[in-house]
């Protein structure tokens, strides 16, 4: 079995134990299926891991490399000054927290006792001293991304709210407006020559976290309800468990 995945989890790693947080992709999990949710955070029967991302995950290293050559100087990345930016990656003496999988921006929930978190890629500061969630985002397609118009977009959004949400927590003020820097690999080069080569582009998101309160208060209430709730519409993996359930029936 995978170091990974234990079937259940240790109490500890689950709802009202020490090392339990409300991460925002727990979230996001609780807006897709809430019994997916419920069956993870409350059982500590987590849904089957995919396959990571190993690239993507290279790519944010990178990017966090770069952007940090620029922090350092105090100065702007080029991708800034080529869309008109009046903003540069600040040097917040908490970043490396923040950034930090399984630390991030944490903010405990007074109104549910929820203790709040999520890991920012960047973050910038704009010439009003108002601080800008950047997000890195890394996939191959024929064409480039350039904006988010698709419906699994909306989760992108919903992210940099949460994260927008926390910040504005920790006493910094953050602008409504965010971005993306979506790079998109080229699978159309002539030659490999041992590189991929991406198209980058700035994506700009004006949103809102007037929701992420009322969802808190959802997830606090399902936690501590003792049944099981219903599935998520459209979430295949209940429905997997159902199919299974009645082969074996």
């Avoid at 079937?7 to 609780?30: M, T």
């Avoid at 922090?71 to 991708?79: F, I, K, S, T, W």
Wanted: hydrophobic share 35%.
């Amino acid at each position: 079995m995978s170091d990974y995945y234990s079937i259940p989890r240790k109490a500890d790693w689950n709802y009202g134990g020490a090392r339990w947080k409300l991460s925002r992709s727990k979230i996001a999990l609780f807006q897709e299926c809430p019994r997916c949710f419920y069956l993870d955070n409350k059982l500590g029967l987590k849904r089957p891991p995919g396959y990571p991302f190993n690239l993507n995950t290279a790519v944010d290293t990178l990017l966090k490399t770069e952007f940090d050559l620029h922090r350092v100087n105090g100065e702007q990345h080029p991708l800034q000054k080529q869309y008109g930016l009046k903003a540069r990656p600040v040097a917040h003496e908490l970043l490396d927290v923040w950034r930090a999988n399984f630390e991030g921006v944490q903010y405990l929930h007074e109104s549910t006792g929820l203790l709040v978190s999520g890991a920012i890629d960047d973050l910038w500061i704009d010439e009003n001293g108002q601080y800008i969630v950047v997000d890195y985002k890394a996939t191959a397609k024929s064409e480039p991304v350039t904006e988010l118009n698709d419906d699994w977009h909306q989760g992108y959004k919903r992210q940099m709210e949460v994260y927008q949400w926390l910040l504005r927590h920790q006493g910094l003020p953050v602008s409504d407006t965010g971005y993306f820097v979506y790079c998109t690999g080229r699978p159309d080069a002539k030659a490999f020559d041992a590189k991929i080569e991406f198209d980058v582009h700035l994506i700009p998101y004006t949103g809102s976290d007037a929701w992420v309160e009322g969802i808190l208060n959802k997830i606090k209430k399902t936690l501590d309800a003792k049944k099981i709730p219903v599935a998520g519409k459209g979430c295949d993996y209940c429905a997997y468990r159902h199919a299974i359930h009645d082969l074996e029936a």
